[in-house]
């Protein structure tokens, strides 16, 4: 309609334009009077120019609607993702949850595991090297806080293994000299302990560290300790005497098996 109405108005001012031409006087061809034309739009198309009322509209951009489609499908496109993305956090999330109240629950059931009240051993434990060479008691053993408690580890040394997610285990130990018939040098840094998950641990140093010497028929006292997993289980002890064998040159060792199954190591 607006179209048609262009065209119209087209013809309508072209046949104005010519009547007036043939009509006015020469002057007035010449000499136009100065009077302001009316405001309209122009548009340019082969020379020819079409006057386009001001109350009508031009048609629509056909490009200007294929981009607003696309900003759409974009904008749901992006919801989408963000909508998925959320999920997603939120599942996540919950296994985070999940996870962080099980490491919770682990570190319940170890500090229980530490700082339960122990069984205390009923006699010593005795093992000897195959020799009989020296021999080995183990009169208390302690774990984790009860060491702390009777003095034999330092709390801020105790703290630091609980962060490494381990315990210490105390042993205090009785060592004789049976039938060596020389000095023989004692010393913490021979015990070893296994696991059993068949780790193997070197001996801590403790306030009352065992060390020293001792001839045929004298004996020794002191402690060893150990830095173990705390979900860990003690099995064996061994004890390196630095001594070894005459006819083979192997080395005699003293060994405790069993550990695994004494109360004070249950959970």
């Known amino acids: 309609e607006c179209r048609e109405k262009m065209a119209l108005k087209m013809v309508e001012d072209r046949g104005q334009f010519m009547h007036n031409s043939e009509t006015l006087p020469l002057a007035s061809r010449s000499n136009p009077s100065p009077k302001k034309p009316a405001k309209a739009s122009f548009a340019r198309t082969s020379g ?14 056909a490009n200007g609607l294929r981009d607003k489609q696309e900003l759409t499908r974009e904008n749901e496109r992006l919801r989408t993702q963000i909508e998925s993305a959320q999920q997603e956090t939120k599942r996540l999330r919950a296994e985070l949850d999940a996870i962080q109240q099980e490491r919770r629950q682990q570190e319940a059931r170890r500090r229980q595991f530490d700082d339960r009240p122990r ?13 009989k060479l020296v021999e080995v008691q183990i009169t208390n053993i302690l774990v984790g806080r009860e060491a702390v408690t009777a003095g034999k580890y330092y709390e801020n040394q ?14 205090e130990v009785h060592i004789t000299n049976k039938t060596f018939p020389e000095e023989m040098s004692i010393s913490h840094y021979g015990f070893s302990l296994i696991d059993s998950s068949n780790n193997t641990y070197a001996a801590e140093l403790t306030p009352d560290y065992i060390h020293g010497t001792i001839h045929l028929g004298r004996a020794t006292s002191g402690g060893i300790a150990f830095a173990i997993y705390r979900d860990a289980v003690p099995s064996t002890l061994t004890y390196d005497t630095g001594l070894v064998q005459r006819d083979t040159g192997s080395k005699v060792y003293a060994t405790l098996d069993g550990l695994n199954k004494l109360e004070v190591f249950k959970k």
């Not at 293994?161 to 285990?169: A, P």
Request: proline content about 12%; charged content about 10%.
């Open 48 to 61: 020819l120019c079409l006057i386009i009322p001001s109350g009508c509209s031009p048609p629509p951009n």
């Open 119 to 131: 069984a205390q051993l009923s006699s010593p434990l005795i093992f000897s090297d195959s020799n």
């Open 158 to 171: 105790l703290l630091d293994l609980r962060q490494q997610g381990k315990t210490i285990i105390y042993f």
